[in-house]
């Protein structure tokens, strides 16, 4: 199992450019999240899914928009760069909303100019 | 409103010495408390965790205590390896599986 990969390792984007930020895992886990680590800050809840068709807001949801059309797959999307947004990304996984234990990816370091 | 705090920013000892962090929490809801693990340019990994019904849990050289009345948990690493390095996440969770983390402490472990 490759667990949870995330693409691309590292972005540099200019202020007002859109992506998307790719989280898969294949352990056929239903809960995944996304979070984004500042300095200081520890790691911060974005958005998150109990399962595919199910998405809601974290802690930090704007500037960010989610979706879940799979199992395995979901992305992150910054509709228009900021410089606040630069940051490390990870998304993680879980069996289900009731196992608290997550398995994190390796991370997505974003850098707005 | 910080939920999670970890007061100390980093932490220096000894190897073969004990290792005790610290993480302090506001929100009585926490149903679970988790220690993470960080190695620089990797994810977060899962390290030990408590039930919020519980006051003590040891997984081979780690052990979490939790004391509810004064909101404080604990993670103490004995011995402490140089392998140990790292930063350290403690993590309350609650229902549909959302953690809150603390800012992390910086645990160096000296030959």
């Known amino acids: 199992n490759a667990g949870v990969t995330q693409t691309p390792k590292f972005q540099v984007l200019k202020t007002g450019q859109s992506m998307t930020l790719q989280c898969a895992q294949d352990m056929n886990h239903e809960y995944m999240s996304w979070y984004r680590q500042d300095p200081g800050m520890g790691l911060r809840l974005i958005h998150y899914s109990v399962g595919a068709g199910i998405t809601d807001q974290g802690e930090v949801p704007n500037g960010y928009n989610v979706s879940r059309s799979t199992t395995e797959d979901f992305p992150l999307r910054l509709l228009s760069a900021a410089p606040s947004q630069t940051s490390v990304y990870f998304c993680?996984?879980?069996?289900?909303?009731?196992?608290?234990?997550?398995?994190f990816g390796p991370g997505t370091r974003l850098t707005v100019t | 409103d910080q939920q999670v705090k970890q007061n100390s920013p980093s932490l220096s000892v000894q190897e073969g010495r004990i290792s005790i962090l610290n993480c302090d929490y506001t929100?009585?809801?926490?149903?679970?408390f988790l220690w993470y693990k960080k190695y620089p340019a990797e994810g977060p990994t899962f390290l030990i965790s408590?039930?919020?019904?519980?006051d003590k849990n040891e997984d081979g050289r780690f052990t979490v205590f939790l004391n509810k009345s004064a909101k404080h948990l604990s993670l103490h690493i004995v011995p402490s390896q140089p392998g140990d390095s790292a930063v350290y996440f403690c993590a309350g969770g609650t229902s549909y599986g959302k953690l809150t983390f603390g800012q992390g402490t910086i645990l160096t472990v000296h030959p």
């Open positions: 993680a996984s879980s069996k289900d909303r009731t196992t608290y234990e997550q398995y």
């Open positions: 929100n009585s809801m926490f149903d679970y």
């Open positions: 408590i039930s919020s019904i519980k």
